[in-house]
């Protein structure tokens, strides 16, 4: 019941300013000046060893901040990642780090920017889940447990493929 009421309070804004560095309440994990919310990774497709996670990440001081690095055992690699069109081809590639700026929420989605699970040793299976690390300069590194989710809606990770809009 303390947990329901702390997150409704969070949700609400009620919170925020009582939140310490490295809490996590419900599905919003906050780490120095940024929150993050609403992660979740993508279940895997088929035999496909490429996957996806995506969150909403918030400075919730008034400075900057950015995410420079991610990593988990469950994939050879985890990499920031966008989402291009090139002659009518949705693509994606690797981005150096993600901004996040005071007051603008920067949303991880499909067919936007991000985390790139590549080489996934094992399938990631809708309802259970799995970890991230997400490194920011100023914050530091915090740890997430994601919950896997469907693979319907937004486009396939693994291979570059026309644009469906």
């Not at 997150?7 to 300013?17: K, Q, S, Y």
């Not at 919730?60 to 420079?68: K, P, S, V």
Request: hydrophobic share 45%.
């Amino acid at each position: 019941m303390r947990t329901a009421l702390a997150t409704a309070a969070v949700m609400m804004g009620l919170l925020e300013p009582a939140l310490a560095d490295d809490m996590k309440v419900g599905d919003m994990t906050k780490v120095g000046d940024v929150m993050i919310h609403g992660a979740w990774a993508r279940a895997s497709l088929g035999n496909t060893r490429n996957s996806a996670a995506y969150m909403i990440i918030e400075a919730t001081g008034d400075a900057a901040d950015r995410l420079i690095g991610t990593e988990t055992e469950a994939a050879d690699s985890a990499e920031l990642h966008t989402h291009l069109m090139e002659d009518g081809i949705a693509k994606m590639r690797p981005v150096a780090a993600v901004e996040v700026a005071p007051g603008e929420p920067t949303v991880l989605q499909p067919g936007g920017l991000h985390v790139m699970l590549m080489g996934v040793k094992q399938p990631l299976v809708e309802g259970e889940t799995t970890r991230l690390s997400l490194t920011f300069e100023q914050a530091g590194s915090v740890d997430l447990e994601l919950p896997i989710k469907g693979v319907a809606g937004g486009m396939q990770h693994g291979h570059d493929q026309p644009a469906t809009n």
